[in-house]
Protein backbone atom coordinates (compact mmCIF):
# COMPACT_ATOMS: atom_id res chain seq x y z
CA UNK A 1 0.00 0.00 0.00
CA UNK A 2 1.39 3.16 -0.63
CA UNK A 3 2.39 5.55 2.03
CA UNK A 4 -0.39 8.68 2.75
CA UNK A 5 0.61 11.96 3.55
CA UNK A 6 -1.51 15.12 4.43
CA UNK A 7 -0.96 19.17 4.56
CA UNK A 8 0.61 20.31 1.30
CA UNK A 9 -0.03 24.08 0.74
CA UNK A 10 -2.01 24.71 -2.52
CA UNK A 11 -1.04 28.17 -3.74
CA UNK A 12 2.90 27.15 -3.60
CA UNK A 13 2.42 23.98 -5.30
CA UNK A 14 3.56 22.64 -8.57
CA UNK A 15 -0.16 22.52 -10.40
CA UNK A 16 -1.53 25.14 -8.89
CA UNK A 17 1.78 27.13 -10.47
CA UNK A 18 1.16 26.07 -13.80
CA UNK A 19 -2.38 26.24 -14.19
CA UNK A 20 -1.90 29.99 -13.05
CA UNK A 21 0.03 30.34 -16.30
CA UNK A 22 -3.15 30.47 -18.39
CA UNK A 23 -6.16 30.95 -15.89
CA UNK A 24 -5.46 33.53 -12.74
CA UNK A 25 -6.59 31.05 -10.22
CA UNK A 26 -10.02 31.90 -7.78
CA UNK A 27 -10.55 31.16 -4.16
CA UNK A 28 -13.11 28.92 -5.14
CA UNK A 29 -10.63 27.58 -8.19
CA UNK A 30 -7.82 27.10 -4.99
CA UNK A 31 -10.16 25.63 -2.65
CA UNK A 32 -11.53 22.68 -5.22
CA UNK A 33 -7.61 22.19 -5.61
CA UNK A 34 -6.74 21.94 -1.98
CA UNK A 35 -9.75 18.89 -1.94
CA UNK A 36 -7.60 17.33 -4.44
CA UNK A 37 -4.14 17.63 -2.39
CA UNK A 38 -5.45 16.95 0.85
CA UNK A 39 -3.99 13.39 0.95
CA UNK A 40 -0.99 11.91 -0.78
CA UNK A 41 0.37 8.76 -1.41
CA UNK A 42 4.36 8.06 -1.84
CA UNK A 43 5.15 5.50 -4.83
CA UNK A 44 8.87 3.76 -4.87
CA UNK A 45 10.88 4.23 -7.95
CA UNK A 46 11.13 1.78 -10.37
CA UNK A 47 7.10 0.11 -10.04
CA UNK A 48 4.29 0.94 -12.28
CA UNK A 49 1.62 3.08 -10.49
CA UNK A 50 -0.43 2.82 -13.88
CA UNK A 51 -0.51 -0.44 -16.41
CA UNK A 52 -1.55 -0.81 -19.69
CA UNK A 53 -4.54 -2.39 -20.22
CA UNK A 54 -5.97 -1.16 -16.87
CA UNK A 55 -9.73 0.00 -16.25
CA UNK A 56 -11.58 1.56 -13.88
CA UNK A 57 -8.26 3.37 -11.99
CA UNK A 58 -7.67 6.84 -10.90
CA UNK A 59 -5.63 9.32 -12.54
CA UNK A 60 -3.17 11.10 -10.19
CA UNK A 61 -1.85 14.84 -10.11
CA UNK A 62 2.44 14.62 -9.15
CA UNK A 63 2.94 16.97 -6.54
CA UNK A 64 7.08 15.65 -6.14
CA UNK A 65 9.05 13.41 -8.03
CA UNK A 66 9.71 12.46 -11.59
CA UNK A 67 7.58 9.90 -13.79
CA UNK A 68 7.43 8.53 -17.16
CA UNK A 69 4.59 6.90 -19.34
CA UNK A 70 5.86 4.14 -21.88
CA UNK A 71 4.39 1.35 -23.90
CA UNK A 72 6.26 -1.75 -24.18
CA UNK A 73 6.39 -3.65 -27.26
CA UNK A 74 5.76 -7.19 -28.53
CA UNK A 75 8.94 -7.55 -28.62
CA UNK A 76 9.88 -6.38 -25.40
CA UNK A 77 11.67 -2.88 -26.28
CA UNK A 78 10.19 0.29 -24.90
CA UNK A 79 9.19 3.35 -26.21
CA UNK A 80 8.71 6.42 -23.58
CA UNK A 81 5.87 8.62 -24.45
CA UNK A 82 7.00 11.39 -22.19
CA UNK A 83 8.15 12.01 -18.35
CA UNK A 84 6.01 13.37 -16.11
CA UNK A 85 7.17 16.13 -13.52
CA UNK A 86 5.84 18.08 -10.33
CA UNK A 87 2.48 19.76 -11.10
CA UNK A 88 1.73 17.18 -14.56
CA UNK A 89 -1.28 14.82 -14.78
CA UNK A 90 -0.63 10.86 -14.58
CA UNK A 91 -3.13 8.98 -16.43
CA UNK A 92 -6.04 12.00 -17.52
CA UNK A 93 -6.41 10.17 -20.84
CA UNK A 94 -7.35 6.73 -19.18
CA UNK A 95 -10.42 8.42 -17.02
CA UNK A 96 -11.78 9.87 -19.95
CA UNK A 97 -11.25 6.92 -22.12
CA UNK A 98 -12.02 4.15 -19.61
CA UNK A 99 -9.07 2.75 -20.12
CA UNK A 100 -5.14 2.80 -19.68
CA UNK A 101 -3.66 3.06 -23.38
CA UNK A 102 0.00 3.12 -21.17
CA UNK A 103 1.89 2.25 -18.33
CA UNK A 104 2.95 5.12 -15.98
CA UNK A 105 6.79 4.28 -14.17
CA UNK A 106 8.03 6.62 -11.12
CA UNK A 107 11.61 7.67 -12.20
CA UNK A 108 12.04 8.63 -8.71
CA UNK A 109 10.12 8.34 -5.73
CA UNK A 110 6.67 10.00 -6.30
CA UNK A 111 4.57 11.61 -4.45
CA UNK A 112 0.64 12.26 -6.33
CA UNK A 113 -2.41 12.94 -5.04
CA UNK A 114 -5.10 10.62 -6.36
CA UNK A 115 -8.06 11.98 -8.37
CA UNK A 116 -10.90 10.13 -8.98
CA UNK A 117 -13.68 10.30 -12.66
CA UNK A 118 -16.51 11.17 -10.07
CA UNK A 119 -14.57 14.18 -8.42
CA UNK A 120 -12.90 15.86 -11.79
CA UNK A 121 -16.25 15.70 -13.38
CA UNK A 122 -17.56 17.44 -10.00
CA UNK A 123 -15.12 19.28 -9.86
CA UNK A 124 -15.64 20.80 -13.44
CA UNK A 125 -18.77 21.55 -13.00
CA UNK A 126 -17.94 23.37 -9.84
CA UNK A 127 -15.27 25.54 -11.12
CA UNK A 128 -15.82 25.66 -15.34
CA UNK A 129 -12.44 27.97 -15.27
CA UNK A 130 -10.31 25.68 -13.85
CA UNK A 131 -12.09 23.20 -16.30
CA UNK A 132 -10.56 25.55 -19.00
CA UNK A 133 -7.52 25.43 -17.17
CA UNK A 134 -7.20 21.68 -17.20
CA UNK A 135 -8.15 21.79 -20.75
CA UNK A 136 -5.52 23.86 -21.77
CA UNK A 137 -2.65 21.95 -19.83
CA UNK A 138 -3.95 18.71 -21.81
CA UNK A 139 -3.44 20.86 -25.06
CA UNK A 140 -0.23 22.14 -24.03
CA UNK A 141 0.65 18.28 -23.57
CA UNK A 142 -0.55 17.43 -27.18
CA UNK A 143 1.53 20.32 -28.45
CA UNK A 144 4.74 18.40 -26.77
CA UNK A 145 3.81 15.00 -28.50
CA UNK A 146 3.89 17.34 -31.95
CA UNK A 147 7.37 18.11 -31.17
CA UNK A 148 8.38 14.99 -30.13
CA UNK A 149 7.08 13.84 -33.27
CA UNK A 150 9.22 15.95 -35.10
CA UNK A 151 12.39 15.37 -33.25
CA UNK A 152 11.94 11.87 -34.47
CA UNK A 153 11.18 12.31 -37.53
CA UNK A 154 13.28 15.22 -38.62
CA UNK A 155 15.82 16.29 -36.31
CA UNK A 156 19.62 14.76 -36.16
CA UNK A 157 20.35 13.12 -32.57
CA UNK A 158 21.67 16.67 -31.35
CA UNK A 159 19.08 18.49 -32.55
CA UNK A 160 17.11 16.04 -31.02
CA UNK A 161 18.59 16.31 -27.44
CA UNK A 162 19.22 19.70 -27.21
CA UNK A 163 15.62 20.39 -28.15
CA UNK A 164 14.31 18.06 -25.73
CA UNK A 165 16.58 19.22 -22.53
CA UNK A 166 15.25 22.73 -23.30
CA UNK A 167 12.00 21.93 -23.46
CA UNK A 168 12.03 20.12 -20.09
CA UNK A 169 13.76 23.45 -18.71
CA UNK A 170 11.31 25.81 -20.03
CA UNK A 171 8.78 22.92 -18.31
CA UNK A 172 11.03 22.57 -14.87
CA UNK A 173 11.27 26.62 -14.72
CA UNK A 174 7.51 26.93 -14.27
CA UNK A 175 7.20 25.38 -11.34
CA UNK A 176 10.48 26.40 -9.78
CA UNK A 177 12.59 23.97 -10.82
CA UNK A 178 15.07 25.49 -13.34
CA UNK A 179 16.31 28.72 -14.81
CA UNK A 180 18.24 29.73 -18.00
CA UNK A 181 21.55 28.53 -16.11
CA UNK A 182 19.91 24.84 -15.80
CA UNK A 183 18.17 22.43 -13.47
CA UNK A 184 18.49 19.07 -11.67
CA UNK A 185 17.53 16.01 -13.70
CA UNK A 186 17.90 12.18 -12.63
CA UNK A 187 17.23 11.23 -16.12
CA UNK A 188 19.94 8.17 -17.04
CA UNK A 189 21.23 7.95 -20.10
CA UNK A 190 18.84 4.55 -21.03
CA UNK A 191 16.02 6.84 -20.09
CA UNK A 192 16.83 9.32 -22.47
CA UNK A 193 17.68 6.73 -25.32
CA UNK A 194 14.41 4.79 -24.90
CA UNK A 195 12.52 8.56 -25.11
CA UNK A 196 14.48 9.82 -27.94
CA UNK A 197 14.94 6.28 -30.15
CA UNK A 198 18.40 6.29 -29.64
CA UNK A 199 20.73 3.61 -28.35
CA UNK A 200 22.36 4.89 -24.97
CA UNK A 201 25.89 4.35 -26.58
CA UNK A 202 24.69 7.64 -28.88
CA UNK A 203 23.26 9.17 -26.54
CA UNK A 204 26.68 9.33 -24.42
CA UNK A 205 27.96 10.66 -27.67
CA UNK A 206 25.88 13.36 -28.58
CA UNK A 207 25.98 14.47 -25.06
CA UNK A 208 30.05 14.45 -25.31
CA UNK A 209 29.55 16.73 -28.44
CA UNK A 210 27.09 19.18 -27.78
CA UNK A 211 29.83 19.84 -24.14
CA UNK A 212 32.69 20.00 -26.34
CA UNK A 213 30.81 22.59 -28.55
CA UNK A 214 30.36 24.82 -25.72
CA UNK A 215 26.45 24.84 -25.33
CA UNK A 216 25.16 22.11 -22.88
CA UNK A 217 26.69 19.91 -20.24
CA UNK A 218 24.78 17.26 -18.29
CA UNK A 219 26.54 15.42 -15.67
CA UNK A 220 26.24 13.79 -12.05
CA UNK A 221 22.39 14.61 -12.35
CA UNK A 222 22.48 18.22 -13.25
CA UNK A 223 21.89 19.99 -16.43
CA UNK A 224 24.03 22.75 -17.36
CA UNK A 225 23.15 24.93 -20.20
CA UNK A 226 26.91 26.61 -20.76
CA UNK A 227 25.30 28.64 -23.60
CA UNK A 228 22.10 29.07 -23.92
CA UNK A 229 21.11 31.34 -26.62
CA UNK A 230 23.71 28.74 -28.96
CA UNK A 231 21.82 25.88 -27.89
CA UNK A 232 18.32 27.32 -28.89
CA UNK A 233 19.83 28.89 -32.11
CA UNK A 234 21.19 24.87 -32.86
CA UNK A 235 18.14 23.53 -31.91
CA UNK A 236 15.36 25.44 -33.65
CA UNK A 237 13.95 25.73 -30.38
CA UNK A 238 11.34 28.21 -30.28
CA UNK A 239 9.13 27.79 -27.01
CA UNK A 240 5.84 29.27 -28.22
CA UNK A 241 4.53 26.14 -28.20
CA UNK A 242 4.84 26.21 -23.95
CA UNK A 243 2.79 29.23 -23.78
CA UNK A 244 3.92 30.13 -20.78
CA UNK A 245 3.65 34.05 -21.08
CA UNK A 246 1.21 35.21 -18.58
CA UNK A 247 -2.33 33.91 -17.85
CA UNK A 248 -5.10 34.48 -20.82
CA UNK A 249 -8.48 34.40 -18.78
CA UNK A 250 -7.82 36.60 -15.61
Keep these: ?89 LGLRAILFR ?50 LVDLGRRNAAERMAHFLLELGVRLRLVGMGDREGYLCPLSQYLLADALGLSAVHVNRVLRELREEGMLTFQKGKV ?8 VEFAGFHRAYLDHDGPLLR
Excluded at 24 to 39: I, T
Excluded at 51 to 72: D, E, F, N, P, R
Excluded at 224 to 231: G, P, R, S, T
Design 224 to 231: VFDDYDAL
Design 1 to 89: MPERSTGLSIVDSPFARKLAAFVRLSQEDLSVLSDVYRRRSNFPAGRDMIHQGQVGHSAYIVASGWACSYKLLPSGSRQIIGFQIPGDF
Design 99 to 148: TADHNVEPITRVQASEVKEDFLLDAFTRTPRLATAVLWAASRDEAMVVEH
